[in-house]
């Protein structure tokens, strides 16, 4: 028997296991390494298409797509007023949880809500008619494609902080196209052209709810080109009901009348006697400086068919009795000329009697 066996357990000699090698040490961290990536890379999904758009389909039903390709972190932008009143845009950087900002990539919760989509580039944009709802899905392409950025373009916030008191819906309504209209305006957005077309349906739905203001705005922005144009005889269907009763809509309807296409490719007034018509009522019964101006320039170039300078002096002369300012710039050029027109004309012809038994 061994000489170890009879000795006390006291006394024995304690047995250990030799030191690493630092070359081993490295051996064994590089192996733990490599398992532990090995495991993360057999849970991470892959990458479902390299098409962007069947991509965002299979990330839009998936969490765990979701989780895999959602950068970290998540910028978020949102339309903020700043310091100084302005209407600016912030962006926040996310790291928590994300998942509630996704909830409207779903196709059921859009069919729910009554939402719709449209690409423009690679973003996702899922919004409703009038833009109570507009939230753009910005995507990259790197391995695969990675959303990188949520915009929340609703105007709630903006619309609610800045309200006047007693703001019906209609004057709500119009306060939100103008704010898409402005930040279209900047031109330094990717959504630029929908804003301008998402203004002029706001402007549409306000026109048919009874804003003359809205329906020469909507009017306006489709001769722009910055909006879609109308359709054919669509100006007039908005403008003939507010012409009575506001000069604005009056006189865009009179340059309807003139150039129904506003692009520049008509040269001669279409419908002078209707367009000059409505105008010289315009001004004789609302008493408008803008339409006295807009009779003085018709007067002076001819527009509905004959030249009368002396004609024209006397409207720019009632306009500016009515503080219409823009007068003071033919005037002053007729002047520098020194071509300034015989006066003694009137703008507005005498109306004739109304006859006996009439």
Not at 142 to 163: F, I, P, Y
Request: aromatic share 8%.
């Amino acid at each position: 028997m061994s000489l170890l066996a009879h000795m006390p357990v006291l006394y024995r000699p304690r047995m250990t296991l030799p030191m690493p090698t630092p070359r081993r040490c490295l051996h064994l961290i590089a192996l733990s390494l490599m398992l532990g990536a090995a495991a993360q890379a057999a849970a991470a999904p892959a990458c479902p298409s390299s098409d962007l758009k069947v991509f965002a389909q299979a990330f839009a039903s998936s969490p765990e797509l979701q989780q895999a390709f959602t950068a970290v972190p998540l910028v978020e932008q949102r339309p903020i007023t700043d310091e100084r009143g302005r209407e600016v845009t912030a962006r926040y950087k996310l790291t928590g949880d994300t998942h509630h900002l996704l909830t409207r990539l779903a196709p059921k919760a859009q069919a729910e809500a009554g939402l719709q989509t449209f690409w423009e580039g690679n973003t996702l944009v899922v919004n409703d008619p009038l833009g109570d709802v507009v939230q753009a899905f910005v995507f990259e392409q790197g391995a695969c494609w990675q959303l990188v950025r949520v915009e929340q373009w609703s105007m709630d916030e903006l619309l609610t902080h800045n309200a006047p008191a007693g703001e019906s819906a209609l004057q709500r309504q119009m306060r939100k196209a103008d704010l898409f209209l402005g930040y279209g305006g900047r031109e330094q957005y990717p959504l630029t052209a929908y804003f301008f077309e998402l203004g002029q349906r706001i402007l549409l739905d306000a026109a048919r709810h009874g804003s003359p203001k809205a329906a020469v705005q909507a009017v306006s922005l489709g001769y722009s080109g910055m909006a879609p144009a109308l359709k054919p005889g669509e100006p007039e269907e908005l403008l003939l009901p507010y012409a009575k009763t506001d000069a604005e809509a009056a006189l865009m309807l009179s340059m309807y009348y003139c150039d129904p296409v506003g692009d520049g490719s008509i040269t001669q007034c279409q419908q002078p006697r209707k367009s000059e018509e409505l105008v010289l009522r315009t001004a004789r019964e609302l008493d408008s400086g803008s339409a006295f101006y807009y009779l003085g320039s018709g007067y002076a170039d001819g527009q509905w068919g004959v030249t009368d300078r002396p004609r024209a002096l006397a409207c720019h002369q009632e306009a500016l009795k009515r503080g219409d300012l823009h007068s003071l710039w033919p005037l002053t050029w007729w002047s520098k000329k020194n071509e300034m027109p015989a006066s003694g004309a009137q703008c507005l012809e005498p109306s004739a009697p109304a006859q006996a038994g009439s």
